[in-house]
């Protein structure tokens, strides 16, 4: 089974970015009046004075936050793919499997959490402030950190070990 978990890991990451995408499809009016709500409840953004300037930053800020919303998709699809791949690459490795092991859980544990500091930038951003919610979700921004070194890793046993192939009996 602990060989299994990592690539369970990357396709859940998939399914994510996939079901947020169907969420915006089913009703993106929920997640864009979860944003104007928020900003509503922006005790910074409802004290500038001038109403132009509130009406104009409300707007600036609704735009960024959703595009965090879009950034979990984007980055869960497309970091779930990466992690797949690169997990079906480190399994034809001939690397020791302590290294495969430990390549495989930083690529795929990185790969699924770093995601969420755009979804909860996203839900939390409007209220809290953009930065004030990246910052308090940095744990998640820091995984894409942990999901790199995984990469790197990996690349370092492609260069050292050779590799196996089903159509072929020789290690390339």
Do not use: C
């Not at 132009?52 to 998709?73: C, G, L, P």
């Amino acid at each position: 089974m602990n060989k299994r978990i990592p690539y369970l890991l990357a396709v859940l990451g998939m399914f994510g970015g996939v079901l947020i995408a169907i969420l915006f499809g089913v009703n993106e009016a929920y997640f864009k009046d979860k944003i104007a709500n928020g900003l509503q409840a922006n005790e910074k953004i409802m004290s500038i004075e001038d109403t132009t300037a509130r009406e104009s930053k409300i707007k600036s800020e609704t735009d960024k936050n959703w595009r965090y919303y879009q950034r979990f998709h984007f980055h869960a699809t497309g970091i779930g793919a990466m992690s797949l791949a690169s997990l079906l690459l480190l399994a034809l490795s001939m690397a020791p499997m302590v290294l495969k092991t430990v390549s495989s859980y930083m690529i795929s544990i990185g790969g699924l959490l770093y995601p969420f500091v755009w979804l909860f930038a996203g839900i939390f951003g409007p209220s809290m402030g953009r930065e004030e919610a990246k910052e308090a979700f940095a744990i998640f921004g820091y995984m894409g950190g942990v999901f790199l070194v995984g990469l790197l890793l990996l690349l370092f046993i492609i260069a050292k070990y050779p590799m196996k192939f089903l159509d072929s009996n020789k290690a390339l």
